[in-house]
């Protein structure tokens, strides 16, 4: 498969209409607005086959990948040196997520990491009050320290870490210690019918002392949707009883992490 770089924008929108269709295997749950930004960054890249394609966003020394396709053809081959992290969602009962991720594991891709997505109804949480104590949201400058802190506490491969551009139009809450310092953040992105924790983390010393469920309370005392969602990973046990304690529960949803190629 050759990877081209996109140009325009509209060489990727083209291809996003000319596959959706009913039976088409997909995980690209891009905007309209998040392609046209990577367009301008110049970091979408896309590999065509006559089945579908397969859509790349740099990030450093690899790519994320997405991806539109029928089922029914062998996976094309990709340039070995070609560094990418998929992922790959599923809801319960989803029938063209076996397919899929059977197609990319035949294609190269190795399983690395489950997720598991969690849900709250933010209708029946009795105090979505802010707390008390100094945790901000990020604006100017706090906004790259949040960057460094969630850059040092998340693998960038897997963590799916936000560029600095993708942070300030989010939203991210910071924990600051008693020197000003970024102790702890939280990173969200808001909507309208449900809203999405993306990262959350405390520095180590200061974990067990309930600053992470402060972190969420702070989130969800500005949160505009009646719901909210988080992903974690499955063999995370301190995470999960951190937002199992927070009234999250698993709604069903899961997701395999695959890679292909190393640098």
Request: aromatic fraction near 10%.
């Amino acid at each position: 498969m050759e990877i081209r770089k996109a140009e325009t924008c509209e060489e990727v929108t083209d291809l996003v209409k000319k596959w959706f269709r009913p039976g088409v295997c997909t995980n690209l749950f891009l905007s309209a607005q998040e392609l046209k930004r990577e367009a301008e960054l110049g970091t979408l890249y896309y590999g065509l086959w006559p089945q579908g394609f397969l859509l790349l966003r740099k990030r450093g020394g690899f790519f994320r990948g997405a991806y539109q396709f029928l089922p029914g053809e062998a996976c094309p081959k990709l340039p070995d040196e070609l560094h990418v992290i998929l992922e790959i969602p599923a809801r319960p009962k989803d029938k063209t997520v076996p397919e899929a991720r059977e197609f990319w594991k035949s294609g190269g891709f190795t399983p690395v990491l489950e997720r598991l997505r969690y849900a709250k109804d933010l209708n029946n949480t009795p105090d979505l009050s802010a707390p008390e104590g100094k945790i901000v949201s990020a604006k100017g400058k706090l906004v790259g320290e949040a960057l460094s802190f969630l850059q040092a506490h998340f693998d960038p491969l897997t963590g799916c870490l936000p560029s600095f551009e993708e942070l300030s139009q989010d939203q991210a809450f910071c924990l600051l210690d008693e020197g000003g310092a970024v102790a702890g953040v939280l990173h969200a992105a808001f909507g309208k019918a449900s809203s999405e924790i993306r990262h959350l983390a405390v520095r180590k010393e200061l974990r067990g002392r309930g600053y992470g469920g402060e972190l969420i309370r702070a989130y969800e005392s500005q949160c505009p949707s009646p719901k909210s969602l988080v992903w974690t990973g499955k063999e995370n046990s301190a995470a999960r009883r951190l937002y199992e304690k927070r009234g999250y529960s698993p709604d069903g949803w899961t997701a395999l992490v695959l890679e292909h190629g190393k640098e």
